[in-house]
């Protein structure tokens, strides 16, 4: 068997023991709307529209990649819906980038064993369970494989000119998958003459550019200044300087540590823990090896020569990558998931000390050992993901003050009528308002939480309770339009009309497309044996609503009624 084969097959092996246990995970968090809800999977013949919208379409998230939209609709095709299908090729594809980062290392390296030892930590590293055990980070393993590709094909432009428009379509479909793709040519920065070379990447990074901040902007204005965690003007050039040494640190000491991994890294709460500095001072052990020990082994000089201006061609790669989602653009966004790429860099130092010691057994002994190390910890980590419970828990448990987190736990533990867990969990929430007041949003957040317990409260029959709640949300945001239609459904339970139709016309002041609250106005007339206005309400719920059934089903009703009459 040709050799680089039998090395795949271990790769592959490897993948599977690291991460096979995802397969019987369920969908986690945004699967559900990019996949489960997504009307794009639902009708696979409307594809196309993934080229002309956003990824979480309507969103303002203004995150577009139809590639990545594509990847799923095809999942659904071959595959199925089922969410074993998902990450399965979540797998593939993170085994497909580990193959690719050895052949990529085998063309700037001689010798097998480093690049084949970067290949293997990276593969089973646990800290990339946000890309391969999540479903949705799939954005992150399928544009590193084409960028891979296009950085592989560029290094091929010797053997023949077909290479270049090779590597500039690779590049191209990776923008569609991911806006970070769009660093690939500074990579090429680090080589002689590289503009001479890499000018058609960097034509198309500027074309790219340019549409993303135009044609295709889904945001409100300034796609930058409109960005989530971009905080422009809130956090100053030093501040965010500070922000991105701490970030650096917990980055560095979680990879070589992998402990506490979790989903909500908030970092204003974010701390750098005992473990992390272990990592941290390994890390450092790494580059110095790889940087400074060459220079006193002369008998291997030519090599490790090479080796030397590797690590610091790394280097280079690390904070590259890196880069655009640090704290230093975005001083309030941090994600395990941002270090797909950086840590190849991290992967091939630790493979280059591990390569130093001189006895092969040996070598291979303690890259055994580092492996099998990180398949245990990926193999426990992915059970956090396997279900939605368990995630939100664990999630919850490690980032106490993420909003998101408690309010999905809580919507959670609703669905499946754990009332006192979930009203726990919303009075917590209310309970962090000290922390997230003053900031942008803070009110939708308070309301949200006022008006989910009216929901709870309403579940549970508790009605005086329900109107408080929703009551409370409204003096937070005044134009929660929900919450005014919810309460005036309680008053008409409760049998006060007057305040009922109140709250239901204030619902169609605050938004005239409020198809649900001309239905509860009209049955509320119609109860009253106002006939000919309840009508007039239920036509003007489907001119909003032509499909809307609860209003068909009324009018119906309603001319029975008169014949009756």
Request: contains cysteine; charged residues 20%.
């Amino acid at each position: 068997m040709n050799k680089r084969y039998l090395i795949f097959l271990i790769f592959l092996a490897a993948v599977f023991l690291a991460y096979g246990n995802s397969l019987i995970g369920e969908f986690v968090w945004d699967d559900k709307p990019l996949i489960v809800d997504s009307p794009l999977v639902k009708s696979p013949h409307l594809w196309d529209r993934a080229f002309s919208a956003e990824l979480y379409e309507n969103s303002r998230a203004n995150y577009y990649r139809p590639l990545v939209a594509i990847s799923f609709i095809i999942n659904s095709v071959f595959l199925g819906t089922d969410p074993f299908g998902y990450h399965l090729v979540n797998i593939i594809l993170h085994f497909g980038v580990g193959c690719l980062l050895y052949l990529f290392l085998m063309r700037k390296l001689a010798g097998t064993f480093v690049p084949f030892a970067a290949a293997m930590i990276f593969l089973v590293h646990p800290l990339h369970a946000q890309v391969v055990t999540y479903i949705s980070g799939r954005a992150d393993s399928l544009s590193t494989l084409l960028i891979l590709s296009s950085l592989i094909f560029f290094s091929k432009i010797s053997e023949g000119r077909r290479n270049i428009y090779l590597s500039c379509f690779m590049f191209i479909l990776a923008l569609l998958t991911k806006e970070t793709a769009i660093v690939l040519p500074f990579i090429l920065c680090w080589e002689r003459s590289f503009f001479k070379r890499a000018w058609p990447l960097f034509c198309i990074a500027l074309v790219y550019a340019v549409m993303r901040i135009s044609l295709l902007n889904f945001s409100f204005g300034n796609p930058f200044l409109q960005k989530k965690g971009f905080a422009f003007f809130e956090v100053g050039i030093f501040e965010r300087f500070l922000v991105f040494g701490k970030t650096l640190l917990i980055y560095i000491g979680s990879f070589m540590a992998p402990f506490g991994l979790h989903m909500e890294r908030l970092i204003a709460y974010e701390k750098i823990l005992p473990e992390y500095w272990f990592g941290i001072v390994c890390a450092f052990v790494l580059i110095w090896a790889g940087i400074f020990r060459s220079k006193f082994e002369k008998s291997t000089k030519p090599a490790n020569s090479r080796v030397k201006q590797l690590v610091l061609y790394f280097l280079f790669w690390f904070l590259v990558w890196l880069l655009p989602q640090s704290a230093l653009i975005f001083p309030k966004i941090m994600a395990e998931h941002f270090l797909y790429l950086p840590s190849m860099a991290l992967c091939f130092f630790l493979a280059v000390l591990v390569g130093k010691v001189a006895r092969p057994v040996l070598r291979w002994c303690i890259l055994s050992s580092i492996v099998l190390y990180f398949v245990f910890l990926s193999w426990q980590n992915n059970k956090d993901w396997l279900n939605e419970l368990r995630f939100f828990q664990k999630t919850v448990f490690l980032s106490p003050y993420s909003i998101r987190a408690r309010d999905s736990l809580a919507s959670l533990y609703l669905e499946q009528n754990r009332y006192n867990d979930a009203e726990l969990e919303y009075k917590r929430i209310l309970g962090l308002k000290s922390t997230f007041a003053g900031h942008p949003g803070s009110d939708v957040v308070e309301a949200s939480a006022y008006y989910n317990l009216g929901i709870l409260y309403e579940k549970m029959g508790m009605v005086t309770e329900a109107v408080l709640a929703y009551r409370a949300a409204i003096t937070v945001n005044p134009k929660m339009e929900k919450a005014y239609n919810n309460i005036g459904l309680l008053y008409q339970r409760m049998g006060d009309v007057s305040k009922a139709e109140e709250f239901f016309k204030k619902a169609i002041e605050l938004d005239g497309l409020f198809y649900q609250a001309y239905n509860n106005l009209a049955t509320l007339h119609a109860q009253g044996g106002d006939n000919k206005s309840a009508m007039g309400l239920w036509q003007k719920a489907l001119l909003i609503k032509p499909d809307y059934e609860t209003a068909m089903k009324n009018i119906a009703l309603a001319k029975e009624l008169v014949k009756k009459d």
